[in-house]
């Protein structure tokens, strides 16, 4: 049921810190983690519009975003920041424009099958989470 591919082992360590005291803990932190990436993300459209080559600054936001993705376990869209950050590495301005659609895409693509997954968890109730293999 969770989105395959798109979220590593760090997600399913969020999961597993719910309990009946706190049962949407992950998807509480997934709707911070969207609103807090969403903010990042505007900051590095508005870094490579203000400041043309400053691949520093752009790498700084990125590290910024990757560390988010990784905390809760956004694998395709830390791999896209990672390539981001290459191409900085680089001073590839091309490579990072093209990287940050790439960025901006996965991001939109999580964002809607967490939706879904969080709204099937639902819908299924307390019996839904409670049954949820460990580790999957």
Same mark, same amino acid.
């Given at each position: ?82 390539? $981001? ?7 590839? @301005?091309?490579?990072? /424009? !093209?990287?940050?659609? &790439? ?14 997954? $969080? ?7 307390? @019996?839904?989470?409670? /049954? !949820?293999?460990?580790? &999957?």
């Amino acid at each position: 049921m969770r989105p395959k591919g798109y979220l590593d082992e760090q997600f399913c360590q969020v999961e597993d810190l719910q309990d009946e005291a706190n049962p949407k803990f992950a998807e509480e932190v997934v709707f911070l983690f969207f609103k807090d990436s969403a903010r990042v993300m505007l900051n590095i459209e508005q870094a490579i519009e203000k400041y043309p080559k400053d691949f520093a600054r752009w790498d700084g936001h990125m590290h910024q975003l990757k560390g988010s993705c990784s905390s809760i376990g956004a694998s395709r869209v830390k791999n896209e920041c990672t390539s $981001f950050r290459n191409f900085c590495g680089e001073e590839n @301005a091309e490579g990072c /424009t !093209r990287s940050f659609q &790439k960025v901006k895409r996965e991001h939109t693509i999580l964002r809607q099958k967490l939706g879904s997954y $969080f709204q099937l968890l639902r819908q299924a109730g307390p @019996a839904g989470i409670a /049954t !949820r293999p460990a580790g &999957k």
